[in-house]
């Protein structure tokens, strides 16, 4: 585990102790199953796997398949919309390195190049049909994508919310759940739990609360 992400980071719990061997029992099966895809995306974006698998559960459970109400899709729960943007924001600082195009690439083929073409996210093109989005629904139900750009996602966040050498796994939460323009206020882990839904609550709790994954997975 990365030493930044400090768990837990608030004493109160959403997991039951009697809840966790079943829930180590599904991280497992997860890690059989995916373990592969997320130690190279855990390679490539240097996003802690531990956290890529945290997300995988609390997501879908680990189904490539799950797609939600609100229309997010696959193991990382994306939507197409939100995965191009992450795409595009990550090619625009640079920082998307020739292993991750090629990953990329094998979804997305000559898709990939028109991401590159955007000025800014959610950017309307002939060549993604003037809608903003390149990545499909169907793109998304490819685990190595999905994950890889998950990761993508989640290693922005981690960028903009490592604060004085501590990662505020709150705020990653919080934006991942919420959305990427949702940004919660500058406020102490508690207050943000205090003050926000009780999905995104849960969530935070999930991971950054007493009995939380990312201790049980360490």
């Known amino acids: 585990m990365n030493g930044q992400i400090k768990v837990p980071m608030v004493p109160e719990a959403f997991y039951k102790l009697s809840e966790l061997p079943l829930i180590q029992k599904k991280l497992d099966a997860i890690s059989q199953k995916y373990g592969t895809l997320i130690r190279e995306a855990s390679r490539l974006t240097n996003v802690p796997l531990e956290l890529i698998l945290s997300f995988a559960f609390i997501e879908s459970g680990g189904d490539a398949m799950a797609v939600s109400k609100a229309g997010a899709v696959g193991i990382m729960q994306l939507q197409p919309q939100s995965a191009t943007d992450m795409i595009h924001l990550e090619y625009s600082k640079e920082r998307l390195s ?116 990312l201790d049980l997975i360490t």
């Open 98 to 213: 020739d292993e991750e195009k090629s990953v990329l690439r094998q979804t997305l083929k000559t898709r990939l190049d028109c991401i590159f073409k955007m000025k800014f996210m959610s950017h309307k093109l002939p060549c993604n049909n003037n809608t903003g989005a390149v990545v499909t629904k169907s793109d998304l139900f490819n685990p190595a994508f999905n994950i890889l750009v998950g990761s993508i996602y989640l290693g922005i966040l981690l960028d903009q919310h490592t604060e004085k050498g501590v990662v505020r796994l709150d705020k990653i939460v919080y934006r991942y759940n919420r959305g990427y323009f949702s940004k919660p206020k500058d406020y102490p882990i508690e207050n943000i739990i205090a003050s926000t839904n009780e999905e995104t609550r849960g969530y935070i709790l999930k991971l950054a609360g007493k009995n939380g994954l």
